[in-house]
C-alpha cells in the first residue's frame, strides 16, 4: 500500500490519538478560511499590541493555534494552487502570481479539493479571491466550477477598485456588478446564503472563503477606522482597520455556523497565503511579520510563515498551541482524510496529515517542506526545511544559507561553514528534491517574464 494512504487509513482509524475525543465523529464539513497578506504577526493571538481581532482571538481559544504554519508559496497563486492539490507549486503549475492574459493556470489534469470530495457526496462553494486562472470567467481556462465548485462568487485577482463597493466579482459565471459593501463582509453574507439557502442540508460541505483582506488596494469602513483614533498615520490606520474587517467578517462566518447549529460538526482552518506587503514601515503595506526575517516575496521566514488556528470540536483540544511545522499543502491531504475521500495514488502529493500536529505530533512526511518564489527580491529564491533545519538556496543552486530555524527563527546566523555535515547533507537533499520537481511540472517558468503585463491571450481551446 502507498504509505501516505497507510498513514491515511491509520489517522482515520485513531481519531483518539490526535483529539479530545474517542469517538469517530459524522463525517464532517469543512471550511478554509484564508486571508490575503496576512502577516504572522497581524493578530492579537499572534501578538500584535494594536491590531483588533477579537473574533480570531477568540477562534484561537477554541481550538489550537498552530505556531509553525507555512504558506506553501511567498505569493499568492502558488499558495492558493497547493492548498487546492496538496502539491508544491512547481509541480502543480502554478509557480507564481498570475497576472491576466498569460497561460499559467490551475490545470484540470490536477486533481483540486472540491473534485475530490464531491466524489465522497460534499457539497461544495468558493467566495472570494480565486487568482488561479488568468482568463478569468472565459471558456479558455478552466474556472471554479471545473475544479469541482457547485457554486461560487469569485474575483480574478484583487477586489477592484478596492475592498470597497467592488464592481469585479463574478457568482457562477455572471458578472455581479458594483456591490455596495466591503469585500470581506459581501463574501462572508454569500457565504451564509449559500449555507442558508442554496446548500443541500443532507450532505456535508466544502465552503473556502478567500478574503481579499488585507491586501492592497485596501479600503477599510469608517466603523473600523473609528477603533484606531490614536494613529496618525493614515495608511497604518487603515491597514490595521482592514484587519480587523476580516476579523469581523470571519466573526459574522462564525455566528452563522452556530446559528445553523453547524459548528460542531464543523473543521474551521484559518490562514494566510503568504507574508505581508511593503516594507511595513512606510510603504503600503503595514502588516508584521513579528520579527521574522523578509516579508512578502521572501522565502525566509517573514515571507512564508503565517498565522494557523484550526478549531475542529470534540477531535481538537481547545485553547492549545502547536510548534510542528506545516504548510499549506497540508490542507488538501488533511481534508480528504477527514472526509473520507481516497488519496490520489497517481501522482506524488507534497502535503502531510497535519492531524497529528494539532495534538504537537510530527507530520510524517514523504517529502520535505520546499518553497521557491522566481520574483524573490533577493538572489536566494528557492528553500527547504527538514526538522529544525532550513536551507536556502539563488535559482541555480550555487550559492546557499543555513539555519537552524527553531533555535534562530528570525534567521540571524548563517550556519553553513559552522555546521558542515549538516550543509552537505542539506544541500544534497535540496538539489535532489528541486530536480525532482522541476521535472514533473510545467516548463512555464522557463519563459515566464514575471514583469510587465501582457495583453489578452488569444482564444484557445480549454486546457484540460
Not at 498615520?233 to 487603515?238: L, S
Not at 494566510?272 to 503600503?284: L, M, Q, R, V
Not at 558542515?420 to 517574464?449: Q, R
Request: aromatic content about 8%; overall charge positive.
Amino acid at each position: 500500500m502507498n504509505p501516505l494512504r497507510a498513514l491515511a487509513l491509520l489517522s482515520v482509524l485513531s481519531t483518539a490519538a490526535f483529539g479530545a475525543s474517542s469517538a469517530a465523529p459524522k463525517t464532517p464539513n469543512i471550511v478554509i478560511f484564508l486571508a490575503d497578506d496576512l502577516g504572522y504577526g497581524d493578530l492579537g493571538s499572534y501578538g500584535h499590541p494594536v491590531i483588533k481581532t477579537p473574533n480570531l482571538d477568540a477562534f484561537a481559544q477554541q481550538g489550537v493555534r498552530l505556531t509553525q504554519c507555512y504558506a506553501a508559496s511567498a505569493v499568492c497563486s502558488p499558495s492558493r494552487s497547493a492548498i487546492l492539490t496538496g502539491r508544491t507549486p512547481f509541480r502543480n503549475g502554478v509557480f507564481t502570481w498570475i497576472p491576466e492574459g498569460r497561460d499559467v493556470h490551475l490545470r484540470t489534469s490536477e486533481i483540486a479539493l472540491p473534485k475530490l470530495l464531491k466524489t465522497v457526496g460534499y457539497a461544495t462553494c468558493h467566495v472570494g479571491k480565486w487568482h488561479l486562472n488568468s482568463h478569468f470567467n472565459q471558456p479558455t481556462q478552466p474556472q471554479p466550477n471545473d475544479h469541482g465548485y457547485d457554486w461560487w462568487l469569485a474575483t480574478q485577482n484583487n477586489a477592484a477598485p478596492s475592498h470597497a463597493n467592488p464592481a469585479n466579482f463574478v457568482r457562477n459565471g455572471r458578472p455581479v456588478g458594483p456591490v455596495q459593501d466591503y469585500s470581506a463582509p459581501f463574501i462572508v453574507k454569500e457565504a451564509v446564503s449559500w449555507l442558508k439557502e442554496h446548500r443541500d442540508p443532507s450532505r456535508p460541505f466544502l465552503l473556502a472563503v478567500w478574503a481579499h483582506e488585507p491586501h492592497y488596494p485596501i479600503k477599510s469602513a469608517p466603523e473600523f477606522k473609528a477603533l484606531y483614533p490614536d494613529l496618525t498615520d493614515d495608511v497604518q490606520r487603515e491597514h490595521h482597520a482592514n484587519v480587523t474587517q476580516l476579523d469581523h467578517a470571519f466573526g459574522q462566518l462564525m455566528r452563522a455556523l452556530d446559528e445553523l447549529k453547524l459548528a460542531g460538526d464543523t473543521l474551521v482552518i484559518f490562514t494566510s497565503d503568504n507574508g505581508p506587503e511593503g516594507d511595513g514601515i512606510k510603504t503600503p503595506g503595514r502588516g508584521s511579520t513579528g520579527g521574522l526575517r523578509g516579508r512578502k516575496r521572501a522565502v525566509y521566514e517573514g515571507g512564508i510563515r503565517v498565522p494557523g488556528i484550526v478549531r475542529w470540536p470534540g477531535q481538537v483540544r481547545p485553547g492549545t498551541t502547536s510548534d510542528v511545522p506545516v504548510i499549506g499543502s497540508d490542507i488538501f491531504v488533511t481534508a480528504a482524510i477527514v472526509a473520507g475521500a481516497p488519496l490520489p495514488a497517481d501522482r506524488v502529493l507534497d502535503g502531510g496529515n497535519l492531524l497529528p500536529a494539532l495534538a504537537g505530533r510530527p507530520v510524517e512526511r514523504a517529502r520535505p517542506l520546499y518553497w521557491r518564489c522566481v520574483i524573490a527580491p533577493e538572489p536566494l529564491k528557492t528553500a527547504m526545511r527538514i526538522g529544525d533545519w532550513k536551507i536556502l538556496a539563488d535559482e541555480a543552486l550555487t550559492r546557499f544559507e543555513l539555519y537552524n530555524v527553531r533555535r534562530d527563527p528570525r534567521e540571524t546566523t548563517e550556519l553553513s561553514t559552522t555546521e558542515p555535515a549538516k550543509f552537505v547533507e542539506m544541500k544534497g537533499a535540496l538539489v535532489k528534491l528541486n530536480t525532482e520537481i522541476e521535472a514533473e511540472g510545467p516548463t512555464w517558468w522557463k519563459t515566464y517574464n514575471s514583469g510587465a503585463r501582457e495583453g489578452k491571450a488569444k482564444a484557445k481551446k480549454k486546457t484540460q
